[in-house]
């Protein structure tokens, strides 16, 4: 069958610089295949297995350990009484500060009830009234209503996780663990026809390898590695971001990078992954608070300590400032030592295992690093400007989140928009006219739409056996790989240049930096003829490079203060000027492209404007 698209043939870019890395030693063929194992990538998986695809999940720790499991709060969804879908769509818009596409929050808020009910018809067990039956909801910031669904207590996405994983493993989907993708693999059109990965550790599939497929689904979550301290774990290293990046998509919004006001602070030198105070502890009623016991963000926001994520990790930083403290306090000793035990049990074991019992005293909490509110852009259907690949979860940006996302909605977004991409990978006969028919009644953007191939089903015979694709980028790549001692370097500038508190003069120094790391490696190559040893550490610290010159030069771009990004020096939001996305892609000299689209708008409907990242 012959596809129609709507985007002219010389916009099909093929794979910019790609990782070293051996040819892969060997291969397997899928319909589809799936790269990470969250709350996304397994409700992919399921969806179009259901309809008939031959499905691969590849996950770069053991199925049960993606970012899903480490979801605290809960689920968002207008699932309560008096409770709509528009109020949830209300509060979403005012916590992404004027960048939401309300096209796609709409989408989020009607579909989210069902898709959490057909997550409970696959086996999530969320709390529930012990005599109605009822599901427990509780509050959490930017929220006006109780709309958070929760399991555990606290332990929401472990339970979501265990759930999809047991249906995953009962419908007897191929999964392929340990693995670390690569670069994505292209047929001769330019569309995705698959991964390249490397399998850690020996067995039937071991070392670099390929996964040759129709549809290529990045599921593999954030990348809160770039910082020294965050709430993510160490497989979160932008491996997803830097792929679809080296392959030509455009990503979005990384500027917009979500620091957790509450995460429990472990002293000034800590790093890696830091235990999360949930901000259901404040839905409950828990206080912030100073040294004084002052709750400081009264007088601040409407909604005090339950104002949007951004406001109050501005308040506490500036509290931070005025009293020259390097934490606030969280105090819920009010809540007594039952309901801490039956309803956060896990916050309360890992505040005692670092020698602080929350029942008896106040909890020490700063903001670090937890969610990627931008990532690769996508439409509507979770296809990215690259045919083929298709992005959902923390990766992607759907224009759900805008410059903040609101709390808890980070795994209904995973959960709707993975369903809404099986529906497009398995989907009989779309064709131009079904895209712009749905454009028109949604508003969504048609512009460059591709229908998807039919997969799961017998191919017509023009199509029949794979496409083949071209060698794989990863062989052939000639940039030079970071020493794994590289990440390190990196978290720490990112740390100083680019968290919480920004400037023009603190990103400069930031980018500067970044490019003396790079061009550090490039010289040793020129000089010596050798670069890193490819591994799993030399590409984790090459991808947590790329992304973070790309949220730097995004950054830098961006001069004004909006949801989560905060220009010192820009301390103002300037809608007149700014608000508008950022749209980078990756050029195949290394270079970065930096442009603006004409209004908030997402995805653009026009050429934006561009303008090149230049280097000394």
Known sequence: MTRPTGRPAAEAAAPATALRAPAPGWATEADVVVVGSGVAGLTVALRCAAAGARVTVVTKARLDDGSTRWAQGGIAAALGEGDTPEQHLDDTLVAGAGLCDERAVRALVTEGPDAVRRLIATGARFDADDVTGEILLTREGGHHRRRIAHAGGDATGAEI???????????????????????????????????????????????????????????????????????????????GVALALRAGAEVSDLEFVQFHPTVLWLGPDAEGQQPLVSEAVRGEGAHLVDADGVRFMRGQHELAELAPRDIVAKGIMRRMRERGAEHMYLDARHFGAEMWGRRFPTILAACRAHGIDPVTEPIPVAPAAHYASGGVRTDLRGRTTVPGLYACGEVACTGVHGANRLASNSLLEGLVFAERIAEDITAEDITAEDITAEAESTGAESAGAEPTRTVGRERPAERTGPSAPTASPAASGDAPLLASEARYEIQHIMTHGAGVLRSAASLARAADRLDRVQDDAVAQLLRDGKTAEPGVETWEATNLHLVARVLVAAALRREETRGCHWREDRPERDDAAWRRHLLVTLRPDGALDVRATDSEAFPPSTTPRAETESRP
Not at 177 to 189: H, I, T
């Open 161 to 239: 996780s265990r759930a999809l994983v047991d249906a995953v493993r009962a419908a007897g989907i191929e999964t392929v663990e340990n693995a670390l993708v690569l670069d994505l693999l292209k047929d001769g059109s330019g569309r995705a026809a698959g991964v390249t990965l490397h399998v850690m550790g020996e067995g039937q599939r071991d070392g670099v390898g390929a996964v040759r497929a129709d549809a290529v689904v990045l599921a593999t979550g954030g990348m809160g590695q770039i910082f020294s301290a965050t709430t993510n774990p160490a497989v979160s290293t932008g491996d």
